[in-house]
């Protein structure tokens, strides 16, 4: 395991398969596709950091990198994608074996160039908040405090402007310092850009353009009609903190028979339109908050009526939800406009009821944006999250105006990325026919992404069968080429370039070599967003029949067993818990979805593709501690054994973090042992998840919810609900001081009883 992270800590990638199939046939064998997690903009303390540009190569493009083979003495360098000849230029003469540029060094595979003329730190950040205002006082003033927080954090500089909504969408002039001033449009109508900028007089002093197209100060508009709109923060912050002050729910009078008349699509559409003709392919994000369905304009998820439910999972495989597709479109057009402008959409969706995540998917994914979910814009979840976006301390590290492109051996072509991301339609020789994700093309845009972001990169290897043995061993490397061209927070451009080399084996006695470069993690994670990817994109699909086909067939090509007799079964170390990793996605939130709404479905799985391999393994198999008198914190299975009367039990599902106090344990609580100067080390008891809890929720976005709960309480359903149900209401003798499961769920055993029988076939 250790290996894996060790090329995680250098390049930011993990691979299932290390050592890589060699042909078609074999890697089709493999089950688990030949793929890459990769966090294009991960921080390395030792990355270098050139302050000139790239040598590309002449007819690939690819980068100059240490595995390019250089006659130092002809100041020749071989690309070894394509092999072509490169002449190095003459700003490279005093180049040789003992005085190597930075880019040859073997060390460093990934590295990062700076060029010194192509910075845009003259265009801040821009952020256009879109605020719900049908929503209770309650909610009105708990968002308000939040938000007057976020905006005390935002850089100076930063321009800000702001959208409210509720039946109309209204603008607000924050430029307009005397009174307050606003442009009201009708929530039930979608607006042109054209119109927009008409009836918020744009030309009143500078005529509008006869041809082209609008696009900021230098097209068309100007400067001072673009401020009246965004302004630095400096300037606006009164006129904004009096806005945000005196903002009330939404007036118009709503039926008791009625939701309320929200225009979220409108509101929506507008904020991209107005960023788009002020300023295009700028780092700007639309932060929406949103509190409740969107039932008015385009975009509309329900209607009005309160008799007519909202769509449940039941109502979209069977195709009774009127609205979905509707809405589902009208944001795939609104993501096209905004990755073509550059901007980002953030969702803070704050509510009891679904409010369309599962339709503004699309527009969020594709821009790169954040997203996070909570019960009310009071919760810690929200307020901590938010927080988070804007303060320093744990930086999530923002970057915008991303191109990833990919360049790898010809033998080797791309099926697609899973992640946040969108292509950029670059068609070429890399592209295969069969489309995973966003496919065929070589070249992604990247709207908005963080430090922490990570695609899931699907490959397939085209080679055919290869008899010559001697071809084999002269060179028998696959190489992968990842460039990431983006603008860190502080606005200037910069390139990562990551390059990898992976050694790939063919024909008999190849097993062990990829058993021994098998990443059990980092192949759960990708069968996850595939699997994810599959149950929205194919009709009819049965996931947990894939995924156990999936396993069966990976098994029983590289389980160790005599046909038949299935307690001769074992597995290599290496492959030993993905089993168990499978047992627990089958049932995870991304595969059940049962007692989930589309829409915290919907949340889950966008999460879920942009989390690195750690975090994802934690998604699907929640981690658990156990805390007691008699031992130091030490992790135990995820089983239903696990719990006892004198434990502490800590459990990590991502999304939630539970502390579950044993029955013993809470009486103790109750009866306010830890109070009491003598029982000091029960209090510390108490204290120690604690602490653990705070460690994490402070490195992790969106901020986790955190539930306290006893055995037996009707919390505690939070915990057992994860764990392994190998004690039943079936069960004959169960453990004393434990706790049984009433599910007719198979527990892990069983189920490992049955992939052994099935497997020995």
Same mark, same amino acid.
């Given at each position: 395991?250790? +290996? ?5 800590? %250098?390049?930011?990638? !993990? ?39 790239? *040598? ?18 002809? =100041? ?49 950040? @821009? ?45 607000? +002039? ?22 927009? *900028?008409? %009836?918020?007089?744009?030309? #009143? ?31 606006? +912050? ?8 005196? *903002? ?8 008791? $028979? ?15 339109? #107005? ?34 439910? /909202?769509? &449940?999972? =039941? ?19 609104? &993501? ?49 999250? #938010? ?26 072509? @791309?099926?697609? @990325? ?17 489309? /995973? ?64 080399? !992976? ?89 059940? @979805? ?97 602490? $653990? ?16 709960? $006893?055995?037996?309480?009707? %919390? ?18 169960? #453990? ?12 892990? +055993?069983?189920?490992?009883?049955? *992939? ?6």
């Amino acid at each position: 395991m250790t +290996e894996f992270l060790d090329l995680e800590a %250098q390049d930011g990638v !993990r691979m299932p398969w290390n050592v890589v199939p060699g042909t078609k046939q074999e890697a089709s064998n493999c089950i688990v596709p030949v793929s890459a997690m990769y966090t294009p903009i991960k921080a390395f303390p030792n990355m270098p950091m050139l302050p000139y540009a790239p *040598l590309r190569c002449r007819t690939c493009r690819a980068i100059l990198n240490p595995f390019s083979i250089v006659d130092f003495a002809a =100041k020749i360098w071989i690309c070894p994608f394509c092999f072509q000849r490169n002449h190095f230029p003459p700003h490279y003469a005093s180049i040789s074996d003992d005085n190597l540029p930075a880019e040859l060094f073997p060390q460093y595979t990934t590295i990062e160039y700076e060029s010194s003329g192509e910075t845009v730190s003259s265009v801040p950040s @821009v952020f256009m908040f879109v605020l719900d205002t049908c929503i209770i006082e309650e909610e009105i003033a708990f968002l308000k405090s939040a938000l007057s927080q976020a905006v005390d954090l935002l850089p100076d500089n930063s321009l800000v402007g702001l959208i409210t909504y509720g039946t109309f969408v209204h603008v607000h +002039e924050l430029g307009f310092g005397q009174i307050p001033k606003t442009f009201v449009f009708k929530g039930s109508k979608d607006v042109s850009k054209d119109q927009l *900028l008409e %009836q918020m007089n744009f030309f #009143l002093k500078k005529p509008k353009p006869p041809t082209g197209v609008i696009a900021g100060a230098r097209d068309g508009l100007s400067t001072e009609s673009i401020s009246r709109f965004l302004l630095p923060k400096s300037e606006c +912050e009164f006129a904004l903190n009096s806005v945000l002050e005196e *903002l009330q729910k939404d007036p118009w009078a709503v039926p008791a $028979d009625q939701r309320a008349p929200r225009c979220t699509g409108t509101a929506l559409s507008i904020a991209a339109s #107005l960023l788009g003709a002020c300023v295009p392919g700028s780092g700007a994000r639309i932060l929406a908050f949103v509190g409740g369905p969107s039932t008015e304009g385009p975009g509309a998820i329900v209607s009005k009526n309160l008799s007519e439910p /909202i769509r &449940s999972h =039941k109502d979209l495989d069977k195709d009774s939800a009127p609205h979905f597709h509707k809405a589902v479109k009208f944001y795939e057009g609104l &993501s096209k406009q905004l990755v073509h402008q550059g901007h980002v959409l953030d969702l803070f969706a704050c509510a009891l009821d679904q409010v369309g995540i599962a339709e503004i998917k699309v527009a969020v994914e594709k821009t790169g944006g954040l997203v996070v979910l909570a019960e009310s814009f009071g919760h810690s979840v929200f307020k901590d999250s #938010l927080k988070r976006v804007f303060s320093g301390e744990y930086d999530l590290g923002l970057a915008s105006n991303g191109i990833f492109e990919i360049n790898c051996s010809k033998d080797i072509k @791309v099926q697609g @990325v899973i992640g946040p991301c969108a292509s950029l339609e670059k068609k070429g020789p890399l592209c295969s026919d069969t489309v /995973i994700g966003q496919g065929n093309t070589s070249a992604w845009k990247m709207c908005g992404f963080d430090k922490a972001t990570t695609l899931s990169l699907i490959f397939e290897i085209v080679k055919k069968e290869t008899s010559d043995a001697t071809v084999q061993s002269a060179s028998n490397q696959f190489y992968f080429q990842f460039l990431t061209y983006y603008q860190n927070s502080s606005g200037q451009m910069r390139l990562r370039v990551t390059t990898l080399s !992976r050694r790939w084996v063919a024909g008999p006695g190849s097993i062990q070599d990829l058993i021994a470069g098998f990443d059990q993690e980092a192949a759960a994670a990708v069968m996850a967003r595939l699997v994810s990817f599959k149950m929205e994109n194919e009709a009819e699909f049965d996931p947990i029949r894939w995924l156990d086909k999936s396993l069966i067939h990976l098994c029983s090509r590289f389980g160790d067993y005599q046909k038949d007799t299935p307690s001769s079964f074992s597995l290599s170390p290496r492959f030993s818990i993905f089993p168990q990793f499978i047992f627990h996605l089958r049932r995870s939130q991304f595969v059940q @979805v049962f007692n989930n709404s589309p829409d915290e479905t919907a949340y889950f799985r966008m999460i879920l593709n942009r989390e690195n391999v750690a975090n994802s393994v934690v998604m699907i198999q929640p981690s658990l501690i156990s805390y007691t008198f008699h031992s130091a914190p030490e992790p135990v299975l995820l089983d239903v054994a696990a719990i006892a009367a004198d434990r502490i039990l800590l459990l990590d599902a991502y999304f939630t973090v539970v502390i579950f106090h044993g029955a013993t344990i809470a009486q103790w609580r109750k009866a306010g042992y830890h109070n009491q100067p003598e029982h000091q080390a029960f209090a510390q008891l108490l204290q120690a998840p604690r602490d $653990d809890v705070d460690a994490t929720i402070k490195e992790r976005f969106p901020v986790p919810r955190l539930v306290i709960c $006893d055995q037996h309480g009707s %919390q505690a359903r939070f915990l057992l609900a994860k764990l392994n149900p190998s004690a039943t209401y079936n069960t004959e003798s169960p #453990l004393p001081g434990g706790d049984i499961i009433f599910t007719d769920d198979v527990s892990f +055993e069983v189920f490992l009883d049955h *992939l052994q029988r099935l497997t020995v076939q």
